[in-house]
């Protein structure tokens, strides 16, 4: 449960970052996970998280809305225990879309791989060939579903979202493991 001082902050919303007042000479209060990871990547630099290329950079918040709208129709799903078939459609929509992506990408993560054969491939080179901002902002989200295998919510979820099918979204199954190897995780 959060504490008042949490709503004094910013009305109770998650996540958070609150810096120290010596940042700047600033205290500045973040919230909103995508908000927070642009904030970190602009202020402290280090590995590029988006891509320079104007066209990737689209692709790729394009991408990260995708996981928005997963992020946007769970928590319907969970609260009505997968009744909601609005929010199981905008779901298997989103899975389709994500999966297709891995499935043509040439690194196995969202990341900065334009699909090979894309009319969109940019002559711009791309550094790390791997992870990005998408992979960061998604991974989470995905592990909600992931984790909740054996639950009698995933049981539910998985027959009403993907069917019978046992292998559904097979480059995401890979996905989370490659994830879960890196080495920052």
Known sequence: MRGK????????AVPLLETPSGIDSKHYVIFDSKIICDFIEAKYGGRMLYSSDPFQ?????????VFATIERNLTPVYLTRGKDR????????????LEGWLINSKTGFFGFAIPTGSASASPHETPDPDYSMVDLYGFPL???IYYS???????????????E????CPAIHRWVKLMLELKEF
Request: no cysteine; aromatic share 16%.
């Open 142 to 144: 995905i592990l909600r």
């Open 165 to 168: 099918k046992k292998t559904y």
């Open 57 to 65: 950079r689209a692709e790729q918040e394009f991408m990260i809305s």
């Open 149 to 163: 295998k054996g639950t009698d919510f995933e049981k539910k979820l998985y027959k009403k979202l993907f069917g």
């Open 5 to 12: 001082w949490h709503f004094a902050l910013n009305g109770g």
């Open 86 to 97: 609005l929010a199981l459609l905008e779901l298997s929509k989103a899975f389709e879309k």
